[in-house]
């Protein structure tokens, strides 16, 4: 009941949403190139088979983008929390990392690595590690006082502390950092696409396409696909996730 | 002053904890805090003494002194003779923490095993203290549920019995019940006494509650705040084994009425 609850409000909140953009677009109060939802919904209609087409690839990699970046977060985050004076570092290398403009960054990779999946694999990783790696190390290095005294009193090594308790204790934000991550990775990829870092095929290539052919309806398409898509990608995260945080979750 | 460090080494009958001329600092210059000056008493080997105070007058840091996970500016500490840190460094002590402790990931029994699996004990060796503590602590049934589905009484029981499963030599208490409601508490009051008399073990209790430390121990020592000082030792003259009866004797307020007179006079000064 509460669950159904939940649901009606946002629905609710949506479909009003879209009522009052399509009212506008009839009543000729919004720019010519916005387009209107109906507009939207027959360009997916007519274009579906063009559209997976051009998502597909952009998935694949933002999905491999995202486990590169997981694995080299998780890899700097244990790092840190078997050698706390790393940290600093880390954070400092990880923020430059995380503000580099990707935009910019595409051509260079081009230069280096040639055009094509591995650029797009490498932005959508660049652009969901930040979370991931704040997450894990503010996790790991965040325990409850009592519980690290507690494991001092027992004389516990650093490998204990660390496998006992400081990753049990992560988990809730490690996985937020996962989940907050999801759509960065998708963006990323779109955003080496749409800055030409991965030839014909791509979402962000379409949309660019479309963008610049001044095609109003493919253009707003392309968008309502990728928000469709990093909505997906924080829920998908979540429902992977949901077994450890229901494991290690602490209620 | 040093009388307390004669034959430190072989010294093995003179149990209890003997803590002499304490004082604890923390911070430097002018943010210094004095959290502890001066303080000496002993508890006798087996014994149970509680510490009470006002707020902030140093008895969480009394306990975390004795057990080595603080270090004093000055003075000493010794346990059966010997340096907390080396009791610590051999898993004698138990402590059961203001708000338990327990790690939410893992089951009552395995929080309770945590100690052994520390200290690399097969808990297979040990698994019939496991379950003897379990029932001593009278949580048969609820082995597997995890500490959010147990009441707060339940889950100082568990913190209790993990700090005595690899038989300490101290427990240490630091206001164990002291979320809980009036009846929960005298009920774990009397179930932590014969959990002691059962286990011999030396224990210190910090607690706010008056009538708690008149039911539970030998001694009762009393701080006072800013910095923390010994305002009185009192002794309790009540008969082992207690009861919830002798609560009601003129013995029992008598001794409540000299731990209030000392609290309240150090709070007039
Ligand atoms: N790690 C620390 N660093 C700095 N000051 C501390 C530290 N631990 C305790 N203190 C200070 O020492 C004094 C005594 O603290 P302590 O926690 O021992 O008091 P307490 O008697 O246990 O109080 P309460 O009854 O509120 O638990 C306080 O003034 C506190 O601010
Ligand atoms: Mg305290």
């Known amino acids: ?251 | 002053m040093m009388t307390a460090d004669r034959h430190d080494t072989h010294d093995t009958h003179e149990g209890g904890i003997h803590v002499k001329d304490v004082c604890m600092r923390f911070g430097k210059g002018a943010d210094a805090v004095i959290a502890l000056d001066e303080v000496s008493f002993d508890v006798a080997d087996g014994g149970f003494a509680a510490l009470i105070g006002p707020s902030g007058c140093g008895k969480s840091t009394m306990l975390r002194l004795i057990a080595d996970l603080l270090q004093p500016t000055k003075g000493s500490v010794t346990v059966g003779g010997r340096a907390p840190s080396e009791l610590r460094s051999q898993r004698r002590i138990g402590f059961v923490f203001q708000d338990h402790a327990l790690l939410p990931w893992r089951s009552v029994v395995d929080n309770i095993r945590l100690p052994l699996q520390l200290s690399r004990q097969r808990s297979s060796d040990n698994r019939a203290g496991v379950s003897d503590l379990i029932k001593l602590v009278g949580l048969e049934g609820f082995e597997a549920a995890r500490p959010a589905e147990l009441s707060g009484g339940m889950r100082q029981r568990v913190a209790i019995a993990r700090a005595l499963v690899l038989a300490p030599e101290v427990l240490l208490l630091d206001e164990p019940f002291g979320a809980l409601d009036e009846i929960t508490r005298q009920r774990l009051n009397l179930e932590l006494l014969r959990i002691w008399s059962e286990t011999g073990t030396t224990a210190v209790l910090v607690t706010h509650s008056l009538s708690e430390a008149a039911l539970l121990a030998d001694e009762v020592i009393v701080l006072s705040a800013r910095p923390g000082r010994i305002q009185a030792c009192i002794k309790v003259p009540l008969q082992r084994p207690r009861t919830l009866e002798q609560m009601k004797t003129a013995e029992f307020h008598t001794v409540e009425n000299a731990l209030r007179e000392a609290l309240f006079g150090e709070a007039l000064q």
């Open chain 1, 1 to 251: 009941m509460k669950r159904l609850r939940d649901l009606v409000l946002p629905a609710v909140v949506f479909v009003v949403a879209i009522a009052v953009w399509q009212s506008a677009h009839s009543a000729g109060s919004l720019p010519r190139s916005v387009a209107s939802p109906a507009q939207i919904y027959s360009e997916l209609l007519d274009r579906h088979e063009l559209l997976w087409f051009h998502s597909r690839p952009t998935l694949i990699s933002s999905l491999w983008g995202f486990l590169a970046a997981a694995a080299a977060a998780f890899g700097l985050a244990l790092i840190v929390a078997f050698a706390p004076k790393m940290g600093r570092s880390v954070y400092a290398a990880a923020v430059v990392v995380a503000s580099v403009p990707l935009i910019a960054l595409t051509p260079i990779l081009v230069l280096w690595l040639e055009r094509g999946s591995a650029v797009r694999i490498t932005i959508a990783a660049i652009a969901s590690f930040f979370p991931m790696l704040i997450g894990a190390i503010e996790g790991l290095t965040h325990v409850s006082k009592d519980r690290a005294e507690l494991f001092e009193l027992l004389s516990a090594s650093r490998w204990q502390r660390v496998m006992r308790l400081q990753m049990p204790s992560a988990v809730p934000l490690a996985v937020a950092g996962l989940r907050a991550a999801g759509a960065g990775a998708i963006l990323g990829a779109i955003i080496a696409e749409w800055s030409g870092g991965s030839g014909a095929r791509g979402l962000g290539t379409l949309m660019s396409t479309a963008l610049f052919g001044f095609n109003v309806p493919l253009t707003w398409l392309t968008i309502a696909v990728t928000v469709v898509l990093s909505i997906g990608a924080y829920f998908v995260v979540s429902l992977i996730t949901s077994v450890a945080i229901r494991r290690f979750g602490h209620v």
